[in-house]
Structures are given as C-alpha cells and as structure tokens.
C-alpha cells in the first residue's frame, strides 16, 4: 500500500512540477516559444494539437467512469466508442469554418461567434451562460477521478483533494495554456502505457478474453434489471444511437474543445487532427472494457462508489510500484483537462459577461486579470462541489451538461453554415429546448442510486403516450423541440418583420487560411 | 485575384460512412462471430475506429489546401 502512495505522490509532483517549471522557464529565455505556449504569437501544429484536444476530450473522469458503466449495465455503457467514432467526421468540415472565421475576427469563444454572427447580444449571453454552467460540473468530475484513486489507496480525508487543485490553480493562473499542453504530452504516455500493459496482463491472468465476457454474461444473467447484459436489447438500442449521436454533437460546442482547436495553426492542422484523434477512441474502448475485467476478477466497489471499479482493480492485479504508476496517470490525467476547461470558462466570462455587460471599456490588462480571476472562482467552486455536495450529484449534473450545452448547437454549429435563422427564433427555440430537456431529465428516476429525479439520460417513450418500453436520449429530444421553435419563432419574427441582428461576418471569411493576409493571431489563453 | 475559396468537394461525402455505419445497431449487436474470444459486438465496433481513421484521412489528404 505504501509503495503504491510513494509512486503516485512522487510522479504527480514531479509531473506537475516540471509544467509549472518549464512554462517559467520558457518565458524567461524564449520570448519565440512565450509566443508558442501562450498562443499569443504562434499557434500549435498538428503534435501539440493532437495532445492538446486528446488530452481535453479523453478526461481521467473518462477513464474511470465509461468502465463503471460496462461494470454496472454492461453493453448500453459502451455507447462511448460509437460517439468518439461518429464526432470526428462530424465536426470534421464545421470546425474549420468555425477556426476562420474566429482568426479573421478575433472570436475566442462560441458565443463571440454567435454575438457577431446574429448581431445579438442577449443570444450571446444565453450561449455563455449554457457553457459556464455546462463545464462547471466536468470541471468538478475530474476532482472525482482523483478522488476514487485516493479511496482505493487508503487516503482518508479532503486535504488531499484541496492539495492537487491548489497545484492546478496554481500553474493555470502562472502559465495559461502552456502548462497543460506540455503536462498532456506526459499524461497521454503514462495512460498509454498503463493501459496497453493493462489488456494485455490483465485477460492473461482471468483465462483469456472469451472466460472475461462469459463472467460479465454470467453476472447480468442473474440481475433481476431487464437493460443489462452484453448485448442491446430491442428497448435500448434507439437510446444506444441517439446518445452516441448526440453526445457527438455535443463534444465540440463545449467551450474547452473549442479553445483547443482555435489554438491549431490552420486549417490543414486541424482536419489533420480529425483523422488522427481516433487512436484516443482505440484507448477509450479498451479501457472501457476494463469493466468487465473488474467482473471477472471479482472486484467490489468501495462502499456504493462503483468509480472506484477501475482502480481496485489495478491495486489488485498489478504489482504495488505498477498501480501507483497506474494511479498517478489517472491523477495527473485529471488536471490536464480542469486547467483547459477553467481557462475556457474564465474566457467565457471575461468576453461575454464582464466586456459585454459590467465594464464594456475595458483594457486589456484588465481583461486578462480578470479571466485569471474567474479561472480560479470556477476552479474553487468545482472543489467546493465535491467536498459539499455529494458526487452523485455532479454526475447528474455532468449529465444536465450534455444536454443543455446541445441547446446551442442552432446558433453556434448551424450558424456556421447559413444565417436563416432569426435571432428572436433561436432565443426562443434555446429556452423551449432548454425548458423541455430540464423537463424530461427531472421525469427520469433511477432505482440503482435510489434517485427519484435526474436519474439518467434515457428517456422512455412511453411517457409521451407512446405503447412501447423504448427509451431515447433527452437531449435529442430536447434538441427536436428547439429546433422546431427556432424554426416556427423564425417564420414568425419575419412576417412580423422584427428587426434583424447585424451580421459582421462575410461568406469569404469562413474558409479564409493562414496566408490569408485578414487572418490574425489569437490570444486564447487567459494570462500570458 | 484567385478563384474564391470553398469547402465543397465531393469528397466530402465519404464523411457520411463512418457516421452513419457505427450508428445501425443491426449490424453489430451480436456475441458470434468472436475475434480471440472477444464478442462481435466489441470487436466490430473497436475495428469502426479503423474506417473513421480511413475516411478521414482520404477526404483531408484529397481536400487539403494546396501551395
């Protein structure tokens, strides 16, 4: 046990450490590579690119949370694959559109984009609002990540906890971008590692593949639940695709993914990335299956935390020096994404609230402080969430997350592509889509965790009237009814001929490249 | 000044392979064939990842900007 918190302290210190030291170091000698981890002057290629968005998208919380699911419901869990599957050639020909147009127009957040996209700034508020409130939970969930490695290693007590995102606080409000970016490239190895050596080592001692899913088969066959089992039923599968349909969609309208791919080079650098991200999708489904691992080895979680699944059984298939490497990968996996999503919020906040709303004349020494300040409040407040609240909490709340921040997708991913839509419809198409989602999640219950409301995504169809036991993602629903609004309010504003918002942009802007001479510079990152 | 810029290309629409394959369930959800024991339904599923690598890379490879 000891040799296992020896390891972990040791490595995440290190790791983080050598983050803190290499921005300074940079800063102080290379004003050329300032430019570089600051995004200020230079933007990344397509390597720092690659860690940097992989490093954002695949979460520690991830890492521990998708084999939870395998390990408690079984196939319905993996619908994680299918959606880190389906988003890349998705958003493969919106976001380069979205990466123009925000480098000839200094956009730094989505609702930047939609605020001079629609000529409204009330649109643009909802849309930041959706992605402080959106990210906060996620922020919080990484805490978790760290929280059931620390349970399994015999660590009572917050101050732990406090002590590693006081070091994350502490490296995001000195360094910006730059840290993570670099810590990524590390944390992204030691996953890696841990889990190749994982699927290999691990089945070889359960008897092989086929004893490791004949187990999970066993266990689900004697569960009374009629959802489980290693296979979809005819009641689930619907639900299956249009939550790894929607959570595709969803990926790329949160704030942090946006930061990371506003801060490639061009345009090239990106679809290049589209087609190279996928290996993380390779890693998130062998992880995945280190659930039904956990059931063959016979784990139990600690008390009624099944986030603990992972880790327990690492501490007992793996050598002590081999879990705590183990161990400090999820850790330090955990503080790579927080940073990135702290800084995207903090942006929202400084952009969209406090130049929009509180001090429109604002400098931009003024700015930048101020979206280190709203960086380290979001921060506080994701630590204060867990040591609060219970964590079942913010994983409800990660859920509420998904759906709403698909709200947006009319003004932000369809607004790339045509201008149709009136700002008064989308408004009122955000708050029916935001009204009916809420809605649908309060309706769902969960007898597993004994909550009697936000219970989960699947939304049964009966409850609209409907003879059958199907079940469908809310947010897609929830999307459906914004959408029809939208459209309905639309029509509806232009035959009573309201005023239409100003469109700053041009068609040419929007695949405008490098070279091109209107293409400038972004600042991303909130402190340099 | 040269031809206006645009995305559109009709290689674009080899994107809707690997959006719309791994999201029709019949073709997948079943235990046999096994690959090293693994049920069908991971294994097809994992080897999705191969054809979204593939497409992506023929439409960026075919569509990136010339210099």
Redesign the interface.
């Known amino acids: 046990m000891s040799t296992e918190i020896v390891v972990f302290a040791v490595l995440f210190l290190v790791v983080s450490g050598m983050g803190f030291v290499a921005a300074r170091w940079r800063r102080a000698n290379d004003l050329a590579s300032l430019h570089e981890w600051g995004l200020g002057g230079r933007s990344f290629g397509s390597w720092i690119t690659w860690f940097l968005v992989g490093g954002d998208l695949y979460t520690a919380y991830t890492f521990v949370a998708v084999p939870a699911l395998l390990f408690g419901a079984g196939?319905t869990g993996?619908f994680a694959?299918?959606y880190t599957?389906?988003t890349?050639?998705?958003v493969?020909?919106v976001m380069?559109?979205l990466w123009s147009v925000s480098h000839v127009h200094g956009l730094v957040t989505p609702a930047d984009f939609v605020r001079a996209r629609f000529g409204s700034p009330t649109l643009a508020l909802l849309v930041a609002i959706t992605g402080i409130v959106a990210t906060m939970p996620y922020i919080a969930l990484q805490l978790v990540g760290i929280e059931a490695v620390l349970k399994t290693m015999g660590v009572r007590g917050d101050l732990p906890l406090i002590i590693a995102f006081a070091i994350l606080a502490a490296y995001t409000y000195q360094s910006g971008l730059r840290a993570p970016a670099l810590i990524a490239f590390v944390k992204d190895s030691l996953i890696y590692l841990v889990i190749l050596v994982a699927v290999i080592y691990i089945p070889s001692k359960l008897g092989?593949?086929?004893?490791?899913?004949d187990a999970a088969q066993a266990k689900f066959d004697a569960t009374p639940a009629p959802g489980d089992g290693?296979?979809?039923n005819s009641n689930n599968?619907l639900q299956?695709?249009t939550l790894?349909?929607g959570s595709a969609m969803a990926l790329f309208l949160y704030p942090h993914s946006v930061t990371g791919v506003l801060a490639a080079k061009g345009?090239?650098v990106i679809?290049?990335n589209?087609?190279?991200l996928?290996?993380y999708?390779?890693l998130l489904?062998?992880i995945a299956?280190l659930g039904y691992m956990a059931i063959a080895a016979g784990i139990k979680p600690i008390g009624t935390d099944v986030n603990t699944v992972v880790p327990q059984l690492f501490d007992t298939m793996f050598p002590d020096w081999f879990a705590g490497v183990a161990f400090a990968a999820i850790g330090i996996g955990a503080l790579v994404p927080a940073a990135i999503m702290s800084i995207a919020a903090a942006n929202l906040f400084t952009r969209n609230i406090y130049r929009e709303y509180i001090r429109p004349d604002a400098t931009d020494a003024q700015e930048a402080s101020v979206s280190k300040m709203a960086s380290l409040v979001v921060k506080v407040g994701a630590v204060l969430c867990i040591l609060l609240i219970d964590p079942q909490f913010s994983i409800d709340l990660q859920l509420i997350g998904g759906v709403i921040i698909l709200q947006t997708l009319p003004s932000v991913a369809l607004g790339l592509f045509g201008r149709w839509f009136h700002r008064a419809g989308l408004i009122a198409g955000w708050i029916a889509g935001m009204g009916a989602g809420l809605v649908m999640l309060y309706t769902i219950a969960n007898p597993a965790t004994k909550h009697a409301h936000f219970g989960g995504s699947a939304f049964p169809l009966e409850k609209l009237g409907l003879d059958t036991k199907m079940t469908v993602y809310a947010g897609f629903l929830a999307l459906a009814v914004n959408l029809i609004v939208a459209v309905l309010g639309t029509l509806l504003a232009r035959a009573v001929k309201m005023a239409e918002g100003p469109d700053a942009t041009r068609p040419?802007d929007?695949?405008?490249?490098r070279e091109d001479p209107r293409v400038h510079d972004l600042e991303v990152a909130g402190s340099s | 000044m040269a031809a206006p810029r645009s995305d559109r290309s009709p290689w674009n629409w080899l994107l809707l392979i690997p959006i719309a394959i791994p999201l029709i369930p019949a073709l997948y959800n079943a235990v046999e064939p096994r690959l090293f024991g693994i049920p069908l339904f991971y294994w097809l599923q994992l080897a999705f990842i191969l054809l979204g690598v593939a497409t992506t890379t023929v439409v960026y490879r075919m569509t990136r900007s010339r210099r």
């Open positions: 196939a993996f694959l299918p599957v389906v890349y050639p998705l493969f020909l380069i559109r092989g593949w086929g004893a490791i899913f290693i296979l979809l599968q299956y695709v790894a349909l345009r090239d679809k290049r589209m087609s190279a996928p290996a999708s390779l489904g062998l299956l040419e929007y695949v405008a490249d």
